[in-house]
């Protein structure tokens, strides 16, 4: 399985960015992709997933501004980030899970002015 994420980059307070990942390679179903996160000096952390049958899981700081989608036909799941703030800046990784774990490359998010 490879997953192949995009869309981080440098966004003020306030903005949004949208993140993709495309899984590729055998995936089964049922499974659970989406998105996790690590910035500098701490541990990666759950940001949101979504399972194949659209079961939503959010942490606590992205509910309300976060939402997590995916697109089964494409195998490809979405984060949509708005109101970001700076302590959302991180490295967000894409995570697929199907019978074992599967990590993305990581895009790196930078929320400042």
């Known amino acids: ?17 949208r993140l993709s990942c495309a899984a590729s390679g055998s995936i089964f179903s049922p499974n659970l992709m989406g998105w996790y996160r690590q910035a500098p000096g701490k541990s990666r952390e759950l940001v949101a997933v979504i399972s194949s049958s659209g079961v939503l899981n959010y942490a606590e700081f992205a509910k309300g501004r976060f939402t997590v989608s995916r697109d089964n036909a494409k195998n490809t799941v979405y984060l949509q980030m708005n109101s970001l703030k700076p302590e959302d800046t991180a490295v967000y990784y894409c995570y697929l899970r199907t019978g074992q774990p599967n990590w993305g490359q990581g895009t790196q998010v930078t929320v400042s002015s």
């Open 1 to 17: 399985v490879q997953l192949q994420a995009s869309g981080g980059g440098l966004v003020q307070p306030g903005g949004s960015l």
